[in-house]
């Protein structure tokens, strides 16, 4: 059977969706009972990180660790990744001593040559264009305080940006209504997303996408790689931040949630994010749990020998 590869939550079935999020409630339980499977026993994951991160590094080496196996960081300044190795040859040579990849990139075409050239498994730890480990947490949080997504109402306020763009996959294969709003010039390309029946909505303003919604999500007015643009987007953002005022439109047991690092005073006031409607830790530490439920689904069980 070919190798799988997660770069985007569409290289998952809906129904291999619905059982990874279960297992990870169910290895989030077993978990708090001290109970620690050993199901990537000597398994090792290879990370390669271009970008700065806190949970994603964290929550795959402590996936990896809890597990029974490893994982190994890789920054290209610190690889032969950064001194011109191809990311084809880097693909190959990783794949004969590892048993899964993850990257975090800056160009999304970079996995995906990363994954055309690999033998074992690649996952997207986030590019430019999505960040499909991370809707994995943002749907089992929503779950495990709400129950089945399915025919809710999501609000995305903020940056048409990988985030976003990975939650109007996430509307098509979690079957919620997706209502966003962006400022002009900053709206994601929706098209680019769509595989099919959708229900997506741009709103003029992000009082009509929050109104009734059942969720409310955002992220940093300014991603990794943006910094030049900094001064520019806080001018161009400033009426899209996510208050009470705004959070009051939506129905009155609405989640907020955010990937994070959050901003308090640009993207989140602090009256929202931390708030008992936010489930921002919750969110996070399922980070953990979902992608540890990914691995052991993408990693072929080893024969005993
Ligand atoms: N949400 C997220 O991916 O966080 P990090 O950048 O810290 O990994
Ligand atoms: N949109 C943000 C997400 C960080 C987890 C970025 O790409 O920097």
Not at 21 to 41: C, D, F, M, N
Not at 117 to 141: G, K
């Amino acid at each position: 059977m070919s190798v799988r590869h997660f770069l985007s939550l569409f290289d998952l079935t809906r129904e291999e969706l619905l059982a990874i999020l279960g297992r990870a409630t169910e290895l989030k339980r077993q978990r708090a009972e001290g109970v620690r499977s050993p199901v990537l026993e000597h398994r090792v994951l290879a990370m390669i990180f271009e970008k700065s991160s806190t949970r994603t590094r964290v929550s795959f080496e402590v996936a990896m660790r809890e597990a029974g196996g490893g994982a190994i960081f890789l920054s290209p300044s610190d690889s032969q990744l950064g001194r011109g190795e191809p990311i084809q040859d880097t693909a190959r040579v990783l794949s004969q001593m590892c048993d899964a990849i993850t990257a975090r990139t800056f160009s999304h075409q970079t996995v995906e040559e990363l994954a055309a050239a690999a033998t074992v498994p690649v996952i997207n730890a986030l590019t430019d264009r999505l960040h499909p480990c991370q809707l994995l947490a943002d749907m089992q949080t929503f779950r495990e305080h709400r129950g089945d997504i399915k025919g809710r109402r999501v609000a995305w306020v903020g940056d048409g940006n990988n985030m976003c763009n990975t939650y109007i996959e996430a509307a098509q294969l979690f079957g919620f209504q997706l209502a966003i709003a962006c400022p002009l010039g900053y709206l994601p390309r929706v098209e680019e997303y769509v595989r099919g029946p959708a229900d997506i909505e741009i709103c003029a303003t992000p009082q009509a996408a929050v109104a009734g919604a059942d969720l409310v999500a955002t992220d940093v007015w300014v991603s990794m790689g943006q910094e030049a643009e900094a001064a520019q987007r806080r001018r161009d953002f400033e009426t899209f931040q996510v208050d009470a005022a705004l959070m009051a439109g939506a129905r009155s047991d609405a989640l907020f949630l955010h990937c994070l690092p959050a901003h308090r005073g640009e993207e989140v006031a602090a009256e929202v994010i931390d708030h008992p409607h936010s489930v921002v830790w919750d969110e996070a530490g399922n980070r953990l749990h979902a992608q540890k439920a990914l691995l052991e689904f993408l990693l072929p069980q080893k024969k005993r020998g």
